[in-house]
Nanobody, 127 residues
């Protein structure tokens, strides 16, 4: 049973930091890229960052560059999103998702198509 569980969200003041975790199980972790997405109220879901299946390449949305860092601990099948210098506009529900490496090869992208999704974790940044 494929499972992705995002946790670590919370309430933080602007300028603060949070570290989100995406714990996974039920699939071969090494075969999948993991991505972080977010959805703010009234807005479409957007990709924040992803790390490829080889764990040697990452991508970031422009809003996340320089402030967020994605990393992976393959020993515990978990991907993290360190978020620093948080802004009120970062307020959203954050989700993690998995994409098989074959979809990345087929699409010619770093991470590929995200076919497995977990439940989100709320991040609220106050001004």
């Amino acid at each position: 049973d494929v499972q992705l569980q995002a946790f670590g969200g919370g309430f933080v003041q602007a300028g603060g930091s949070l570290r989100l975790s995406c714990a996974t199980s039920g699939f071969t972790f090494d075969d999948y890229a993991i991505g972080w997405f977010r959805q703010a109220p009234g807005k479409e879901r957007e990709e924040v960052s992803c790390i490829n299946w080889r764990r040697d390449s990452t991508s970031y949305a422009s809003a996340a560059k320089g402030r967020f860092t994605i990393s992976s601990d393959d020993a515990v099948n978990t991907v993290y999103l360190q978020m620093n210098s948080l802004k009120p506009e970062d307020t959203a529900v954050y989700y993690c998702a998995a994409a098989h490496y074959l979809t990345a090869q087929a699409m010619g992208t770093i991470c590929g198509h995200f076919g497995f999704w977990g439940q989100g974790t709320q991040v609220t940044v106050s001004s």
